[in-house]
């Protein structure tokens, strides 16, 4: 088919090179003209396991990206996938959304043929009712019948996005009308035969992925708590999560203790999610408190240092890890920078390693960055484990270099203590 995705982005360039893997025609629409040149070239604009290797092989062939939304002309269906960050207040910003319709309304103005509108990107419940189709509908095309709107959440996650939507373990259509469901869930059962597919109307779809993250958000602010309750009486919390794990009502993934969320989307969707209830007069206590205990989790590994040595200023601490999760070089929302900023606020002199991740702008000239894990934990004093790349374990066979130094875990990456290091996990 031929297929149109608004937004090369984390979810629209993933999701675009597997689509063209399957045989679809992929056209991908940006208004980041570096982004498009980078694209045509076959470079991947960021760091995504098996991205590069799918861009290359079909990029000239089944992949295109362009600036042009004149060249939409022939896609059969739209995926619009434009960021929806956070406001400063923790409401969403719609604004690529708008500013992504508003071109496709001008598209619809000159469509001959029906085309099928999907919105992956994560918008909040009534918005696909309430913004988009308005302003599609200035374009003198109506919804339902010269054009079809489906909201079509991702699950995706970064670090393993195109494993992850090669394998959907569901795929929701929420659907304006009989007929655009039907089209996308032919589309989806023809390519990804094994998902299960579930149908609902666009506004419950809307809510599953604001409820899939924030519940997501709360597993693992639940745990961080019961950790922190742990740690002051010498329990590993990682010991009573093998011995919960086992019930299959309570499972054992997003039980990972440590410094809380990061990423693009947990915080930010966490935040929006709340603003939403407030403005509709709920009082999300345990949105919030799930929020709260994300928020304050960082502060505590460093707080853990000033425990066991006392002030921290003039102490040069080695922070391994930038990224907010292993896998991608990706800041968004990583709990590194609030961990940082706090050790540059107790004047401490930082050192920062990340195998991919590169400096945030904000802390040039502020940190030194290091080119190698010997580099980084060489002249450290301390040493604090923030993302849990596989490569950190290699600190077993560094011990010459940390003899009398401590490392503090704000992520576990040992399962069993390593009997040569100094080690203390966050709440373990
Ligand atoms: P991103 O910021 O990586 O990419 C968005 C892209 O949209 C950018 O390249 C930007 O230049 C482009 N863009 C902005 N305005 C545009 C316009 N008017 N026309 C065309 N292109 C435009 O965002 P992302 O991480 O891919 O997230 C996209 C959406 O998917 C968000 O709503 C996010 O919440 C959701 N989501 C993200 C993930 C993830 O893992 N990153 C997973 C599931 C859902
Ligand atoms: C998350 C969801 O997992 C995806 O399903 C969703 O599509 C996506 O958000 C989105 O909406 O964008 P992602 O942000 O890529 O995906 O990363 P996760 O693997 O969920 O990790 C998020 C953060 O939680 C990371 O900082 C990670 O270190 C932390 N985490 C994760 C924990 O602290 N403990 C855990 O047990 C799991």
Redo the contacts with the bound molecule.
């Keep these: 088919m031929h297929l149109a995705i608004?937004?090369?982005?984390?979810?629209?360039l993933s999701m675009g090179v597997v689509l063209a893997d399957k045989g679809h025609k992929v056209l991908l629409?940006?208004?980041?003209k570096a982004?498009v040149e980078k694209i045509n070239s076959g470079i991947a604009p960021f760091y995504e396991p098996k991205l590069s290797e799918l861009l290359e092989k079909h990029v000239g062939n089944n992949l295109k990206a362009t600036t042009n939304y004149s060249e939409l002309e022939k896609a059969e269906i739209i995926f619009i996938?434009?960021?929806?960050p956070s406001k400063p207040d923790g409401s969403i910003d719609l604004k690529?959304v708008i500013?992504?319709c508003e071109?496709l309304k001008d598209v619809l103005k000159h469509a001959k043929d029906y085309k099928l509108i999907v919105v992956?990107?994560?918008?909040l419940p009534t918005t696909t009712e309430k913004v988009i189709i308005p302003i599609l509908e200035k374009s003198g095309k109506k919804a339902g019948k010269h054009f079809g709107i489906c909201v079509n959440?991702?699950?995706?996650?970064?670090g393993s996005?195109i494993n992850d939507f090669l394998n959907q373990d569901r795929i929701v259509i929420g659907a304006m009308d009989k007929k655009s469901g039907d089209i996308l869930e032919k589309f989806y059962r023809n390519d990804f035969p094994s998902s299960p597919i579930v149908r609902v109307d666009l506004r419950t779809a809307e809510m599953i992925k604001y409820a899939s993250n924030a519940f997501l958000a709360t597993k693992i602010s639940f745990i961080n708590e019961i950790g922190n309750i742990c740690k002051k009486i010498g329990i590993d919390v990682y010991k009573v999560v093998e011995g919960m794990k086992y019930d299959p009502r309570i499972g054992g993934h997003f039980l990972n203790a440590g410094i809380g969320f990061g990423g693009?989307?947990l915080p930010?969707?966490l935040k929006a999610l709340i603003n939403f209830a407030k403005e509709l007069g709920e009082h999300p206590k345990l949105l919030e408190a799930v929020n709260h205990v994300n928020e304050t989790q960082p502060e505590r590994l460093v707080e853990l240092a000033k425990q066991r040595i006392g002030e921290l200023k003039g102490k040069k601490v080695a922070v391994l890890g930038l990224a907010f999760k292993p896998g991608t070089d990706d800041l968004r929302e990583t709990r590194a920078l609030p961990i940082i900023t706090k050790l540059l606020d107790e004047g401490a002199e930082v050192i920062v390693y990340d195998p991919i991740a590169k400096l945030p702008e904000e802390l040039n000239g502020s940190v030194k960055v290091a080119s190698s894990l010997e580099e980084a934990i060489k002249e450290a004093e301390i040493i604090k484990i923030v993302t849990d790349w596989e490569h950190f374990k290699e600190l077993i066979n560094l011990e010459h270099y940390l003899e009398g130094k401590l490392i503090f875990e704000g992520r576990r990456i040992f399962d069993v203590k390593p009997e040569n290091l100094e080690i203390e996990g966050i709440c373990w």
């Design positions: 608004i937004g090369a982005g984390f979810v629209g629409v940006d208004v980041d982004k996938c434009v960021g929806t690529y500013s992504a071109s992956k990107s994560t918008v959440p991702e699950f995706l996650r970064e996005a693009s989307c930010k969707d």
